[in-house]
């Protein structure tokens, strides 16, 4: 079974973006909006669990570390640069993953994207201040996946 915030990081496949539109008053919330939630997915590590439908296995724990998170163009992509470490997988990629916002809320979602190798995925994972929560897919598997995001200590220093 692959991690689900892996299946959201490896989402390098095409989906269709929706536009974001907003009047030139607009564009400087939207503008601190993004900056803000930039600068809070930077240098985290989201720590958790995964869950499968109708399993008796418990919560499998996951941890992924962001190290940036940057807009991309207008539409709702945003490029993710992550560390994932997965059985002997330990790889740092650059990732564009579609971000929706519920008010303030940044949503990470997915819908049917398919990834090649690894098959079709849903995910949509809501980030609410230093935690995360939300669902996932691939064919008929799916649950939930949950969390807490936490600033990565540096050497020497303490977290922000």
Known sequence: MKPVLLVLLL????????????????SVGFSERF???????????????FTVDDSSRPPT??????????????????????????????VTLPMPLPVKWVGETPVITMQNLNIPGLGTFSAHVVIDGNKYAGTWA?????GHLYGK????KEKGKDAE
């Open 149 to 152: 995001i936490s600033k990565i």
């Open 35 to 49: 900056e803000k939630f930039s600068n809070s997915m930077t240098k985290v590590r989201f720590t958790g669990f």
């Open 61 to 90: 724990e996951e941890t992924y570390e962001i190290h940036s998170v940057q807009k991309f163009g207008d539409q709702d992509l945003w490029i993710f640069t992550a560390r994932i470490k997965y059985g002997k997988k330990d």
């Open 11 to 26: 989402g390098l496949a095409s989906f269709s973006p929706v536009c974001i539109v907003h009047s030139s008053n607009q």
């Open 138 to 142: 691939h064919g008929n598997v799916g």
